[in-house]
């Protein structure tokens, strides 16, 4: 910028807790008049936020409240440096999401390392720190990464319920027999442990994921109350 004073033209926006017109300065106490927030509406009455790097740093350094309301309304934010990408991830975390994030370049090693599920879109920088790669630069990966996530989730949750099932009803038949003067033969351990053990897991991690992906989720925890009770 230079001397040069920003100014930033305002649009007047219909959306649930934000102003109508923006009045901020600017760090270096140039004043700026009104802010850019380009909105386009459908038919639904649903609105489209979208705005560029320079005016989410403005809005980034003078008012935390109406950040946290831009990024939950935003749909495209463009022309954004390295640490505005790692602030926008970190407020969609702060605000409750699983955040999902693509990159193929150097500049997105921040934000894919942060993100609840970074993808690098390439062999470079952005391979090395996201755990997901993707060899070719689009995002029609995303679709089956998430179905083959929930599906490692529920096998895995499944698994586990059936292991500890498993002990229960192993320590409960061994006992009734011991109460009856009798004891299980090692060849009876050998055969429970390999068949009843061993196989029903390995038939939970061959599952394959649901060709769709629904709105609801896999439970994320075992520690709660219908996973207990199942």
Known sequence: MGNQALRVFYGYVKLPGFSEKLNMKWTGGTEIDDTLLPVQ?????????????????????????????VVHKGTIFARMSPELKLSLVEVLQQQGHQVGMCGDGANDCGALRTANAGISLSGDEASVASPFAYRDKNISCVPTLISEGRANLSATIGAFKYQVCYGFVLLGAVLILFWEGNKPSDGTYV????????????????????????????????????????
């Not at 459908?42 to 005016?55: I, N, Q």
């Open 41 to 69: 509406g459908t038919e639904s009455g649903r609105h489209h936020l979208a705005l560029e790097g320079d005016v989410y740093e403005l809005i980034r350094q003078n008012d935390r409240k109406l950040l946290n309301q």
């Open 191 to 230: 055969f429970v442990d390999i068949i009843l053990n061993i196989l029903p897991p390995v038939v939970f991690g061959a599952t394959r994921a649901y060709p769709m992906i629904v709105r609801q989720q896999p439970t994320a925890t075992v520690l709660t109350f219908l996973p207990q009770l199942s």
